[in-house]
């Protein structure tokens, strides 16, 4: 009998370990019929499966077994080996027929079950008309759910993966070996690197700032050296806002809050301008920490810490510098709660803003970047984990945006904002203060401060001069919006479409319900009605796991590495009258020399990018297969490309280059 065969080619993933010594077995499936259950094996013998290698075989069968569905493969020891692990990247077969079938994997097998994967044409849930889709999609999905299992950290904040060590997550999520080794060492080696060992344990203050210098001098970036030099100047106080680490916070402000008694004698603008009249021309803006107001705040090295809600109002200048004006460093006004002025002492004035950046910088560490980057990109994973298949459009076009993601988290809940954690023992608000902000923070997320460009016009930023993360970022989501129209609209043709897709419908049903805890008022969609709202959330996803995560995490160590710039606790109360300042009671404020190094230290780590990064738009793992979906790739690469060229020639000419937005900087996932 002659036998029809079929050219099975397998590439082992190019990682660490990835190969097997392992015997691998394959069965074809198809629509006709199926294969027998064969060994592949080859010339090659045990390195057919080495990491990075790509090996041919061939199966053959009787007859054809008609349009291949799925492959079924499996790996058995040989005698006295030991159990080991295996990263298929993809598998490609030539039917008889003249036809190539491509199976995407990229995850470990690690046991000696049978794995189903499924061609790599993208099917939504009701294209998939074959029997043997069917069984392999439900087979799929409930095999996840009992994988990727919700869990609630703490109450009133989003819902995380149930997960109590990083290695009890599914190998698939897991840092690869290099991701792995290079975060512990820095972890472990950060206080060395920054040469502040033997200064971990010590609690006494600083005796002057010159200390401080010769200490951090050792690790410097450009822009943390210019942070150093200029850190007690008001025009780089207000470009912080803008260009920061934290610009989620400024609005402009038309009126005054009425907890906020600033009048026209108290400030001064020049020539016959007001208060009234500057605002009403637009160029004053406010920062209000009303979040922190009555936090608990921690104790550090047996000492009370401090941690103000101050409210800043700032003035555009006619040079389109921004420059604070006036500084309220607790909500209620009071005569114990002066307003400071740039034309009160030296002293006081840099207290005043000191307690201003302290506050800032914890409201951005567990609000702007933890809770609205890492915490959310969460729930967008576990949620298309647990209920897209493999073979959705939705799953190809999103996974690479979860690389690691489950992985940080996990280890930023233990090492972090733990009972142990570097946060609850160095930061003013640890604790029990960590738990009351994500939660405060939360109730004020609303879909529209998610997306940029619905962002800038609430809190009226559309014409702020120098304002590099809202030009960026726009023309970042922009280029984001149009690769994900291309591809979503590829596969919906219209809104009858989105709305019968019961698997992309549990997707925002989960992250409605575990992410934002159901609470309508966020305006997150409960359900999808139409493909413009399909690719309006997809680009805010896609966004937040990547630009927005790179623009107030990559800046880290830049900004706060410098303590003075940004002491994320305070071991005095604000003064309560004026005059009563020096350098000694900022020195006495400050925070010890171990608070200081501990989160010098932890910025460097969370601030440093691993070897094996890869940038927005890069996608090593090849999951979309027909044309016109590769074809948008390359567009949406492409594009990133101009994008980064503009930034690039535009920080040529900037005392203070804004790269955090740069495409080759920011990675497609939340991974660090």
Known sequence: MKLVNYIVTVATGDLAFA?????????????????????????????????GAVSSFTVSCSVSIGKLVLIEIDKQPLPLFHEDTWFPAKVEVRSPEGDTYNFPIYRWITDGEVHRF???????????????????????LKQREEVYRWDVYVEGIPHCIESEDPLDLPDEVQFSYIKSREFCFTAVTGLAELQLKGLSDCTKNWPNIDAIHRVFCCKRTDISEYVQKHWKDDTFFGYQFLNGVNPMLIQRCSVLPNNFPVSDDMVSFGGQCSLAGEMEKGNIFLCDYKRLDGLKTSIINGKKQYLMAPLVLLHKTPDDDLVPIAIQLKQTPA????????????????TAKIFVKSADFNEYELNVHL??????????????????????????????????????????????????????????????GVNTLLKRSLSSVTYRSLCIPDDIVER????????????????????????????????YK????????????KWI???????????AGTGIPEIFTTVAELVKFVT???????????????????????????????????????????EATILQTFPAVNATVQIAATVWLLSRQSTDSVPLGQYPEEHFSEKIPCKLIKHFQGELQVLSAIINTRNNILEVPYTYLDPKVVENSVSI
């Open 540 to 582: 805010m996803v896609i966004f937040t796991c990547s630009g927005q995560h790179s623009a107030v995490n990559a800046g880290q160590y830049d900004y706060a590495g410098w303590m003075p710039n940004t002491p994320l606790t305070l071991q005095r109360p604000p003064p309560t009258t004026k005059g009563t300042t020096s």
């Open 118 to 140: 499924r061609e790599g044409t993208a099917l939504r849930v009701f294209e998939d008309d074959h029997d043997l889709g069917k069984y392999s999609r439900d087979q799929e």
């Open 494 to 505: 219209n809104d009858t479409e989105v709305q019968k897709d019961s698997e992309l419908q």
């Open 371 to 432: 809770l609205r980057t890492h915490l959310l990109a969460e729930v967008f994973a576990v949620s298309l984990l647990r209920n897209v298949p493999m073979v959705h459009p939705l799953y190809k076009l999103l996974v690479p945006h979860t690389r690691y993601t489950l992985q940080i988290n996990n280890l930023a809940r233990g090492l972090l904002i733990s009972g142990t954690g570097i946060f609850t023992q160095f930061a003013a608000s640890g604790g029990e």
């Open 19 to 51: 190969g097997t010594f392992h015997n691998v077995y394959i069965k074809l499936v198809g629509t006709d019929g199926e294969s027998e259950r064969t060994w592949l094996e080859s010339l090659k013998g045990a390195l057919s499966f080495m990491s």
């Open 335 to 350: 005569d114990d709660n002066p307003i400071f002025f740039p034309t009160d002492s030296e002293y006081d004035w840099l």
């Open 460 to 491: 009226g930023l559309e014409d702020v001069p120098n304002f590099y993360y809202r030009d960026d970022g726009l023309k970042l989501w922009d280029i984001i919006h149009r690769y994900v129209n291309g591809v979503l609209s590829f596969y």
């Open 509 to 519: 049903s989960d992250i409605f319900e575990h992410g934002f805890l159901s609470q």
